[in-house]
C-alpha cells in the first residue's frame, strides 16, 4: 500500500500543538501593514485555533 503524502502547501499554514490542536495564522498578517490600524494590527499578531468542522480535513492534509 502506498504512503501517504502530506499536502505541501497545509504543512506550511498550520502546525500542531504539543496537545494535538492546531493553529493557524490569521488572514492579512503578512504584508501592507501601513494600511491598517495599530490595534488591527496588533490584534492579527496571535495565532489561532483552526475552528472544530476544519479540524477533520487538515488533519488529513498533514498527514495526522
Known amino acids: 500500500m502506498p504512503k501517504n503524502k502530506t ?3 497545509a504543512k506550511k499554514r498550520f502546525r500542531v ?3 494535538g490542536k492546531i493553529m493557524k495564522q490569521r488572514a492579512r498578517h503578512v504584508h ?3 494600511e491598517r490600524s495599530s490595534s488591527q ?3 492579527l499578531v496571535n495565532d ?5 468542522s476544519d479540524v ?3 488533519k488529513k492534509m498533514l498527514g495526522l
Not at 48 to 52: A, D, F, N, Q, R
Open 7 to 9: 499536502n505541501s502547501g
Open 48 to 52: 489561532t485555533l483552526v475552528k472544530p
Open 17 to 19: 500543538t504539543g496537545s
Open 56 to 58: 477533520k480535513n487538515v
Open 41 to 43: 494590527a496588533r490584534r
Open 32 to 34: 501592507k501593514f501601513q
